[in-house]
C-alpha cells in the first residue's frame, strides 16, 4: 500500500489525510504541537468547502454542528446596512448557504475520523527530501519513507522554504486581528437580534458570526503597524469599537479578555512557481497563505486536499502532483489577490476615500441580493471536478 506522509494536523492536513485514506493510501500524520486542538476561534465553511467535505464523508456532520449564517450583510459603525444578503439567496444559488462553526469542532470531526494509529503528536518535522520522500523527525533517528509528503505546515511553512529557497516569503498586510468566541447576545444585554455582519469603518473592521451552542464569534482588524500588542486586549478593542452600534459593545463586555487573540495578518503576494517538488506537495497556508477578507482561507485548503487526493495516484504520484500543483495554482492565485484587494480598501482612513467606498458597496447593494451573490461565483460555485 502507498504510504503518505501529511506535515501538519490543521484543517488542511487532516482533511488531505482523510482523502488520501479514502483513495487507498496508508497515512501518518505528524504533529509537532502535543495535541491537535486549535485556537479558541470561528471559521465560516463557504459552499465550495461544503463540496469538499462531502467528498471525504463529513459533509452532512459539519452541517449538523454548525450555524446558517442567515440575514446578515455590511453595516457601518452607527448600524446602518450597506448591503444585505441572506442564507436563502446563497443556497439558492449555490446549493447551499454559509455555514458557521468553531475550529475546535470542525478539526474534532476530522480528527475523529482518522484510522487508527495514523495521528503523531509531538512529531516536529527536522527535513524532508523531495527526491526521495524521506521524512525525518527531529529529536530521533527515526527516517519516515513516503511516497508522497503533503505540507500542510501553515504560513510559516519550512517545508515550503526549504524547497523553494529565495522565494519571497508572506508579508504584512497592513492589518492586526482579534478574534474571540463569546455568550450569544440573550446573555450580554445586546438590545437586538445578533445577525452575521461585518461592519466597516476608518482603517477599522468588526465582524459578527453567530455559532450554535449559544456563541458569537468576533473578529476585528485595525490598520497599524505590525507588532504592536496591548496589556489587555479586551480593552484595547473597547477603544477601538466600543462606541459603534449594538451588539458590539455589549460583546465586547461579555468576552473573557484572556481569551481575545491578537495576530497580524500575512500574505504571500508573490505565487510560488508550483505547489509541488519531487514527491511533495505544499496545502494550505504552506502553499498560498491569504488575508481572511474572502473567508477563503480554510475552505481553499479543504479544496486542495480533496483535489490532491483525486489527482494522484498512488503508481504515479509525480504526474498526478503536476496537475494538482497546475490546477490549484489557477485556482488560488486570483482568490489570493482578490483577498488582498478587499483588505487594502478596509484600512483605507481618508474621509473621502472611505465615503466613494461606502457608496459604492451601498449601490452594488440597492441592485438586489441577485447582484450581490454574482459577485461569489467564482469562488463559491466551485466543484471538486471543475
Not at 77 to 97: F, I, N
Not at 256 to 273: E, G, K
Not at 313 to 326: C, E, I, Q
Amino acid at each position: 500500500m502507498a504510504h503518505a506522509v501529511v506535515v501538519g494536523a490543521g484543517i488542511g492536513g487532516l482533511t488531505a489525510a482523510l482523502a488520501l485514506a479514502h483513495k487507498g493510501w496508508e497515512v501518518t500524520v505528524l504533529e509537532r504541537a502535543a495535541s491537535i486542538e486549535p485556537v479558541g476561534a470561528g471559521l465560516a465553511v463557504a459552499p465550495n468547502a461544503l463540496r469538499a467535505l462531502d467528498v471525504i464523508g463529513v459533509g452532512d456532520e459539519v452541517r449538523k454542528l454548525s450555524a446558517i449564517q442567515g440575514r446578515g450583510g455590511i453595516r457601518l459603525p452607527d448600524g446602518r446596512w450597506l448591503a444585505r444578503t441572506t442564507a436563502e439567496d446563497a443556497a439558492a444559488r449555490y446549493g447551499d448557504p454559509i455555514v458557521l462553526l468553531t475550529r475546535a469542532a470542525l478539526v474534532g470531526i476530522l480528527a475523529g475520523r482518522l484510522p487508527q494509529g495514523a495521528l503523531r503528536v509531538n512529531s516536529r518535522v527536522e527535513s524532508v527530501d523531495p527526491a526521495t520522500g524521506r521524512v525525518a523527525v527531529r529529536g530521533t533517528a527515526e527516517t519516515i519513507e513516503a511516497d508522497l509528503v503533503v505540507a500542510a505546515d501553515g504560513i510559516r511553512s519550512r517545508t515550503r522554504s526549504a524547497l523553494f529557497p529565495g522565494h519571497p516569503e508572506p508579508v504584512y498586510a497592513g492589518v492586526t486581528s482579534w478574534r474571540a468566541i463569546v455568550p450569544l447576545a440573550g446573555e450580554t444585554g445586546a438590545s437586538e437580534t445578533v445577525f452575521a455582519s461585518e461592519t466597516w469603518g476608518r482603517g477599522l473592521i468588526f465582524g459578527v458570526m453567530p455559532l450554535a451552542g449559544g456563541q458569537v464569534y468576533c473578529y476585528a482588524t485595525a490598520a497599524v503597524p505590525p507588532g504592536l500588542r496591548a496589556a489587555d486586549e479586551r480593552d484595547e478593542l473597547l477603544r477601538l469599537f466600543g462606541r459603534w452600534h449594538d451588539p458590539i459593545p455589549a460583546l465586547l463586555d461579555a468576552a473573557d479578555p484572556a481569551a481575545v487573540l491578537r495576530h497580524d495578518i500575512h500574505s504571500l503576494d508573490t505565487p510560488l512557481p508550483a505547489f509541488h517538488a519531487g514527491r511533495v506537495a505544499l496545502l494550505g497556508d504552506a502553499a498560498h497563505p491569504m488575508t481572511p477578507n474572502l473567508g477563503q482561507g480554510a475552505c481553499q485548503a479543504m479544496e486542495d486536499a480533496v483535489v490532491l487526493a483525486d489527482r494522484v495516484s498512488p503508481g504515479d504520484p509525480a504526474a498526478g502532483l503536476a496537475v494538482y500543483s497546475r490546477e490549484r495554482l489557477a485556482r488560488t492565485t486570483p482568490i489570493v489577490r482578490r483577498s488582498r484587494s478587499i483588505g487594502r480598501l478596509t484600512r483605507w482612513r481618508n474621509p473621502l476615500a472611505v465615503a466613494l467606498r461606502d457608496g459604492a458597496m451601498r449601490a452594488v447593494g440597492r441592485l438586489g441580493p441577485d447582484v450581490a451573490s454574482r459577485q461569489g461565483d467564482r469562488v463559491f460555485a466551485w466543484s471538486p471536478r471543475s
